[in-house]
Protein backbone atom coordinates (compact mmCIF):
# COMPACT_ATOMS: atom_id res chain seq x y z
CA UNK A 1 0.00 0.00 0.00
CA UNK A 2 1.41 3.51 -1.04
CA UNK A 3 1.90 6.33 1.70
CA UNK A 4 -0.72 8.07 -0.19
CA UNK A 5 -3.35 5.07 0.29
CA UNK A 6 -2.54 4.45 3.79
CA UNK A 7 -3.07 8.29 4.83
CA UNK A 8 -6.13 8.79 3.06
CA UNK A 9 -7.26 5.17 5.00
CA UNK A 10 -6.72 6.81 7.96
CA UNK A 11 -8.36 9.79 7.13
CA UNK A 12 -11.51 7.98 5.79
CA UNK A 13 -11.60 5.82 9.18
CA UNK A 14 -10.95 3.01 7.81
CA UNK A 15 -9.21 1.78 10.62
CA UNK A 16 -6.67 3.78 13.38
CA UNK A 17 -3.22 4.93 13.17
CA UNK A 18 -0.52 2.71 14.80
CA UNK A 19 1.90 5.01 17.81
CA UNK A 20 4.28 7.11 15.33
CA UNK A 21 2.77 5.99 12.08
CA UNK A 22 1.34 9.56 11.87
CA UNK A 23 4.84 11.60 12.01
CA UNK A 24 6.28 9.16 9.78
CA UNK A 25 2.85 9.51 6.74
CA UNK A 26 3.60 12.86 7.53
CA UNK A 27 7.66 13.02 6.20
CA UNK A 28 6.71 10.51 3.42
CA UNK A 29 3.81 12.83 1.70
CA UNK A 30 4.91 15.09 -1.15
CA UNK A 31 4.96 18.51 -0.47
CA UNK A 32 1.83 21.03 -1.21
CA UNK A 33 2.46 24.82 -3.02
CA UNK A 34 0.54 27.57 -0.67
CA UNK A 35 -0.89 29.28 -3.45
CA UNK A 36 -3.05 25.78 -4.61
CA UNK A 37 -4.87 25.91 -1.40
CA UNK A 38 -7.73 28.41 -2.10
CA UNK A 39 -11.39 27.64 -0.89
CA UNK A 40 -12.57 25.52 1.86
CA UNK A 41 -11.00 22.66 3.14
CA UNK A 42 -13.42 20.51 5.57
CA UNK A 43 -10.94 19.58 8.91
CA UNK A 44 -11.04 16.17 10.91
CA UNK A 45 -8.29 14.83 13.34
CA UNK A 46 -6.38 11.48 13.37
CA UNK A 47 -6.85 11.16 17.29
CA UNK A 48 -10.19 12.23 19.09
CA UNK A 49 -8.54 11.91 22.30
CA UNK A 50 -5.57 14.39 21.74
CA UNK A 51 -5.72 17.54 24.19
CA UNK A 52 -6.12 20.19 21.17
CA UNK A 53 -8.60 17.75 19.07
CA UNK A 54 -10.98 17.92 21.70
CA UNK A 55 -10.74 21.67 21.67
CA UNK A 56 -11.43 21.77 18.32
CA UNK A 57 -14.80 19.23 18.80
CA UNK A 58 -15.92 21.90 21.47
CA UNK A 59 -15.40 24.51 19.16
CA UNK A 60 -17.40 22.75 16.62
CA UNK A 61 -14.50 23.24 14.40
CA UNK A 62 -15.35 22.58 10.79
CA UNK A 63 -12.23 23.55 8.85
CA UNK A 64 -10.35 26.30 7.48
CA UNK A 65 -10.33 29.13 4.59
CA UNK A 66 -7.77 29.76 2.79
CA UNK A 67 -8.41 33.52 0.58
CA UNK A 68 -5.46 33.84 -0.39
CA UNK A 69 -1.47 33.91 0.46
CA UNK A 70 -2.11 36.71 3.19
CA UNK A 71 -5.58 36.06 4.42
CA UNK A 72 -6.49 32.76 5.85
CA UNK A 73 -9.40 31.78 8.51
CA UNK A 74 -7.32 28.83 10.61
CA UNK A 75 -10.65 27.88 12.30
CA UNK A 76 -13.94 27.72 10.44
CA UNK A 77 -16.38 26.58 13.01
CA UNK A 78 -20.52 25.90 12.95
CA UNK A 79 -23.18 27.50 15.02
CA UNK A 80 -26.01 25.15 16.65
CA UNK A 81 -27.93 25.75 13.54
CA UNK A 82 -25.37 24.44 11.34
CA UNK A 83 -24.21 28.18 9.91
CA UNK A 84 -20.25 28.42 9.16
CA UNK A 85 -18.47 31.25 10.80
CA UNK A 86 -14.78 31.88 11.42
CA UNK A 87 -14.06 31.62 14.74
CA UNK A 88 -12.15 34.89 15.88
CA UNK A 89 -10.25 33.64 19.21
CA UNK A 90 -7.22 32.75 17.90
CA UNK A 91 -7.27 35.42 15.09
CA UNK A 92 -5.82 35.31 11.42
CA UNK A 93 -3.11 33.52 9.69
CA UNK A 94 -1.15 34.04 6.44
CA UNK A 95 0.11 31.15 4.18
CA UNK A 96 4.18 30.63 3.76
CA UNK A 97 6.33 27.95 2.42
CA UNK A 98 8.11 26.75 5.25
CA UNK A 99 10.62 23.77 5.60
CA UNK A 100 9.86 20.63 8.30
CA UNK A 101 11.81 17.61 8.09
CA UNK A 102 13.41 18.66 5.68
CA UNK A 103 11.14 19.73 3.01
CA UNK A 104 9.48 22.87 1.49
CA UNK A 105 6.04 23.11 1.37
CA UNK A 106 3.32 25.26 2.27
CA UNK A 107 2.31 25.67 5.93
CA UNK A 108 -0.17 28.07 7.56
CA UNK A 109 1.41 30.83 10.42
CA UNK A 110 -0.68 32.17 12.75
CA UNK A 111 -0.53 36.31 12.87
CA UNK A 112 -0.76 36.14 16.81
CA UNK A 113 0.03 32.99 18.17
CA UNK A 114 3.68 30.60 17.82
CA UNK A 115 1.85 27.90 16.07
CA UNK A 116 2.53 26.61 12.33
CA UNK A 117 0.43 24.14 10.67
CA UNK A 118 2.51 22.32 8.32
CA UNK A 119 0.45 21.02 5.38
CA UNK A 120 1.32 17.49 2.80
CA UNK A 121 -0.41 16.49 -0.15
CA UNK A 122 -2.32 12.99 0.48
CA UNK A 123 -4.65 13.56 -2.70
CA UNK A 124 -5.43 16.46 -5.14
CA UNK A 125 -8.36 17.40 -2.88
CA UNK A 126 -6.97 16.48 0.44
CA UNK A 127 -3.97 17.24 2.35
CA UNK A 128 -2.36 15.87 5.92
CA UNK A 129 -1.30 18.42 8.39
CA UNK A 130 1.01 18.86 11.51
CA UNK A 131 0.07 21.41 14.31
CA UNK A 132 3.15 22.46 15.67
CA UNK A 133 2.57 25.01 18.77
CA UNK A 134 5.24 26.58 20.29
CA UNK A 135 5.46 25.15 24.05
CA UNK A 136 3.38 21.96 23.16
CA UNK A 137 5.28 18.71 23.70
CA UNK A 138 3.29 16.65 20.57
CA UNK A 139 2.54 17.91 17.24
CA UNK A 140 -1.47 17.67 16.62
CA UNK A 141 -1.74 15.63 13.69
CA UNK A 142 -5.27 16.70 11.06
CA UNK A 143 -6.36 16.27 7.71
CA UNK A 144 -8.25 18.51 5.61
CA UNK A 145 -10.49 17.90 2.70
CA UNK A 146 -11.14 20.52 -0.23
CA UNK A 147 -15.04 21.75 -0.46
CA UNK A 148 -16.19 22.40 -4.31
CA UNK A 149 -19.00 25.17 -2.49
CA UNK A 150 -19.17 26.38 0.87
CA UNK A 151 -22.03 23.85 2.39
Same mark, same amino acid.
Given at each position: &???? @?????? #? ?6 ? =? ?13 ? =?????GLWRG????? @? ?17 ? @? ?10 ? +? ?5 TYDGM ?11 ? #????? &? ?7 ? +? *? ?12 ? +? ?5 ? #???? *??? *??? #???
Amino acid at each position: &MSTE @DRALAL #VLGETRPE =PGELATLFRALPPVE =PGGLTGLWRGGVFDP @DDRMARLLTRLRWYGKRFT @DPENVDPLVCRT +DDGALYTYDGMGSARLREVVRDG #VASAA &MIYDGRPII +D *HFRRISADVLMGAM +DAKGEAA #VLYF *HLT *HQP #VEP
